[in-house]
């Protein structure tokens, strides 16, 4: 495994460009979710190509400087991982090898970005948008992988691809859960004993509301009240938003007519947690 942490040796490190090379793009502190997204990697890549997993704390996607200055960096930990999983090359840069001071170009998305963790975090999705499209340029890679519990992340990205022609397969892989259905994050590493205790509520609460969608329940205050009350009742988790959209407009809807999505964010304490459900009429 090579571990790269300039782009002028990404080149040299990524060898024959005739093979399919798939590009893992993550922040590191890497679970069992990002190592299910690079198995899939391994598979689209197949024995002649080539896995790529990017391990950058991207600064520019970052709305409060104590979340980016929180943010685990296990590198050591993170390597072995990558090495254990059969990963050939790390791509690992500090922030100053990837913004030139001076930058002043960024790609901005703004349609799919408006509602849930765009409305939350302004800024944010530019941030993801520019630093994947320079992940795809650095790597030149022919498909990248992404999961679904970043669910308007992968919505935007497949935007910026479609939008800007970015010659990049979009691949999904579904979200990787603990047993007791929290959804993994490498922010969970932050919650103290209580909150982790508390964090599977996330799940059941939305859970529940799909389970009164399925059994008839289709307005959306109902269901937005039903998964807020079980979210809230410890006292515990402080709603960051809770929003029911179209799954592919990510729009508000009064009515749920087509797929839509039950998406929330919470806070315990500073750690931002998020979590969605597909409800289909
Ligand atoms: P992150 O390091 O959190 O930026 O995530 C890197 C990639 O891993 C993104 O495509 C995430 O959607 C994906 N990912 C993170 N957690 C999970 C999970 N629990 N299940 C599936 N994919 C995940």
């Given amino acids: 495994m090579t571990v790269v942490t300039q782009a002028s040796e990404l080149t040299a490190a990524l060898g024959n460009a005739g093979q399919p090379r798939v590009l893992v793009p993550t922040m590191g502190a890497l679970h069992h979710g990002h190592l299910a997204l ?9 024995a002649q190509g080539t ?3 990017s391990i950058f ?3 520019m996607q970052f709305d409060r400087a104590g979340d980016l200055a929180a943010y685990p960096r296990p590198r050591e930990a993170d390597l072995a991982a990558c090495r254990a999983a059969g990963v050939a090359v790390v791509f690992a840069p500090e922030a100053a090898a990837m913004y030139a001071p001076d930058h002043s170009v960024t790609v901005s998305e703004s349609q799919l970005s408006r509602n849930l963790c765009g409305a939350a975090r302004p800024g944010h999705f530019d941030g993801v948008c520019t630093v994947v499209l320079k992940l795809f340029l650095l790597c030149s890679c022919q ?5 679904e519990k970043d669910f ?3 919505a ?3 935007r910026m691809v479609r939008d800007l022609n970015v010659p990049v397969v979009i691949v999904a892989h579904p979200t990787v859960r603990e047993t007791n259905g929290l959804a993994m994050s490498s922010r969970n590493a932050r919650l103290n004993a209580a909150q982790r205790a508390d964090a ?3 799940r059941r609460a939305l859970l529940a509301a799909q389970a009164a969608f399925q059994a008839g329940t289709r307005r959306p205050a109902e269901l937005l009240t039903m998964a807020r009350q079980a ?8 709603m960051d938003y809770l929003s029911l959209v179209d799954a592919d407009s990510l729009e508000s809807v009064e009515h749920v007519e087509g797929p839509a999505l039950l998406a929330t964010a919470v806070f315990y304490g500073e750690v931002r947690l998020i979590d969605h459900v597909c409800l289909v009429p």
Avoid: C, W
């Fill in 156 to 158: 935007v990205i497949r």
């Fill in 231 to 238: 979210i809230e009742a410890s006292g515990l988790a402080r």
């Fill in 200 to 202: 599977p509520r996330l």
């Fill in 38 to 46: 690079i198995r899939h990697a391994k598979i689209l890549a197949g």
């Fill in 152 to 154: 308007q992340q992968l």
């Fill in 57 to 59: 704390v991207n600064p």
């Fill in 143 to 147: 498909i990248a992988v992404f999961g």
């Fill in 51 to 53: 896995v790529v997993v």
